[in-house]
Nanobody, 123 residues
Framework: QLVESGGGLVQPGESLRLSCAES????????IGWFRRPPGKEREGLAC????????HYVDSVKGRFTISRDIDKNTVYLQLNGLKPEDAGVYYC??????????????????WGQGTQVTVSS
């Protein structure tokens, strides 16, 4: 099970921290990814982290602004969103798959998904 939280309404330039509480994926053979679905657009991958060793990957559009991390004790993966822009708005999802974080964000191939959390960036 994956449960996202932390979304909300912020102004451009502000920050949010999204949380993904996971249960059943604490095995080291899983990877957690963050995706978003902007209004009227396809779901897109943003970042991933391997639960085995914490290896991370980011897509170019969020490098330097977003940070993915994990708290093993809390079974939670975070996505820190800094310097938010209006184009960052959308529903943010975390997803899980078996394997290693390699930058594969073909979302239909990820079998486990949370319900999503809404991020709105507006002045």
């Amino acid at each position: 099970q994956l449960v996202e939280s932390g979304g909300g309404l912020v102004q451009p330039g502000e920050s949010l921290r999204l949380s993904c509480a996971e249960s059943g994926f604490s095995s080291a053979s899983f990877v957690i990814g963050w995706f978003r679905r902007p209004p009227g657009k396809e779901r897109e991958g943003l970042a991933c982290i391997s639960l085995s060793d914490g290896h991370t990957h980011y897509v170019d559009s969020v490098k330097g602004r977003f940070t993915i991390s994990r708290d093993i004790d809390k079974n939670t993966v975070y996505l820190q969103l800094n310097g938010l822009k209006p184009e960052d708005a959308g529903v943010y999802y975390c997803a899980a798959d078996q394997g290693y974080c390699s930058g594969n964000y073909y979302w239909p191939g990820w079998p486990y998904w949370g319900q999503g959390t809404q991020v709105t960036v507006s002045s």
